[in-house]
């Protein structure tokens, strides 16, 4: 991610996922990281986890999208979608 002009100010990395037949929200939505810009042009690379999701039969995206501290959507970038997994390979 580049940000320009927000020397200063935070902005937020949130994620969620996706059912992608119906494209519903399946997780709900959840703040990964908080930036504050430390000059008029800042740059970041962010790694971003999810939980296992169960449903072997089922396909899903991940959501990832970056807001400002009103809430005002910055960017938003949707992941290739990929199968969910069978209850049994989750280790408790």
């Known amino acids: 991610m580049v940000l320009h002009g927000f020397n200063g100010d935070r902005v937020l990395l949130g994620r969620s996922v ?5 494209k519903q929200r399946v997780l709900p939505a959840r703040t990964q990281a908080i930036w504050t810009g430390n000059a008029p042009t800042d740059q970041w690379i962010a790694e971003v986890w999810l939980e296992p999701i ?5 396909r899903f995206f ?15 970038a949707d992941s290739a979608p ?3 997994l069978s209850a049994d390979k989750i280790a408790p």
């Open 62 to 76: 991940a959501r990832v999208e970056i807001r400002d501290d009103h809430g005002v959507l910055l960017a938003l």
């Open 18 to 22: 996706y059912d992608n037949a119906g």
């Open 54 to 58: 169960v449903g072997p039969h089922r």
């Open 82 to 84: 990929f199968r969910g």
